[in-house]
C-alpha cells in the first residue's frame, strides 16, 4: 500500500486549511497551570465534531473547561453572520466594548432563521455529522491509496499538497474543468513552499463521487507530476 506523505512542518499551516482537531485537553490542562482563559474558535468544528455537532469542546467533554466559544453561521449552518457562547458578564462585556459591533447592523431575519434551522437539523439528524466524518475517512484512505500528498487531516478538510503557487493555480484549473470545485491556497494563508488545493466535502457526497473525485485529482495530479 503507498504511503502517506506528509510535510514534516505541517503543524505551520492554518487551522482552517489543515483539517486537523486542536489539543485542547492539552490547551486546558496549560490553562488551568497558569490561571488562563480559554476560547475556542470552531468556525469549522461546529457541525463536524462533537455530539451532534457541537463543536470541539464537546468532541473532548471539555465543554465546562473553556470560557468561550466562538463560531461562524456560514459554514456548517450555510447561513452568514456568527456567534460567542459563554458567560453573561463576558457576552455583555463584549456587546458594548468589541469594536466590531460599533455601527454594525444585525443579520437579517432570513439569514438568522436559516442558521436555527440548520442547527435544529443537527440536532434531529445527528447521523449526517456521522456520516460526514465517515466520508472524511473515506476519501483519506483514498488518497493514501492512490499515493497523492496530503497534509495531517483528522476531518472532512483535506489538504492535498500541492507545494507550488503555479503548480496550486494549474491544479485547480484543471480539476475544476474535469467537474471537481477545490479551493486554491497559496501564501499568504500558507508558508512558502506549502501551498495546496483544500478539498472539502458534505455528509450528502456518496462514496461513488468521492471515488470520482480522488481519481480525477490523481490524473491531474500525474500529469503535473505534483
Excluded at 50 to 57: E, F
Excluded at 122 to 139: C, I, S, V
Aim: glycine share 8%; with cysteine; charged share 20%.
Amino acid at each position: 500500500m503507498a504511503k502517506l506523505r506528509i510535510k514534516k512542518h505541517n503543524h505551520a499551516l492554518n487551522r482552517s486549511m489543515g483539517g486537523d482537531i486542536a489539543k485542547l485537553p492539552e490547551i486546558v490542562d496549560v490553562a488551568h497551570k497558569y490561571g488562563a482563559r480559554i476560547l475556542v474558535d470552531d468556525a469549522h468544528g461546529l457541525g463536524m465534531l462533537g455530539d451532534c455537532g457541537r463543536g470541539t469542546a464537546s468532541h473532548f467533554g471539555l465543554e465546562d473547561e473553556v470560557d468561550i466559544i466562538m463560531g461562524t453561521f456560514s459554514k456548517s449552518l450555510a447561513s452568514l453572520g456568527g456567534f460567542i457562547a459563554s458567560s453573561d458578564s463576558v457576552v455583555h462585556y463584549v456587546k458594548h466594548h468589541a469594536r466590531s459591533f460599533i455601527f454594525s447592523a444585525s443579520i437579517t431575519p432570513a439569514s438568522c432563521g436559516s442558521a436555527m434551522e440548520a442547527i435544529h437539523i443537527m440536532k434531529t439528524e445527528p447521523n449526517r455529522h456521522t456520516q460526514l466524518r465517515d466520508n472524511g475517512d473515506y476519501m483519506r484512505a483514498g488518497f493514501i491509496e492512490a499515493n497523492i500528498p496530503i497534509g495531517d487531516s483528522e476531518t472532512a478538510i483535506i489538504p492535498v499538497m500541492t507545494y507550488s503557487t503555479e503548480r496550486t493555480f494549474a491544479a485547480n484549473s484543471a480539476l475544476l474543468e474535469n467537474g471537481v470545485y477545490v479551493n486554491p491556497v497559496i501564501p499568504p494563508a500558507t508558508p512558502e513552499g506549502e501551498c495546496l488545493i483544500r478539498v472539502s466535502f458534505m455528509a450528502t457526497h456518496t462514496k461513488e463521487l468521492i471515488d470520482k473525485a480522488v481519481n480525477t485529482i490523481a490524473e491531474v495530479f500525474k500529469k503535473l507530476e505534483v
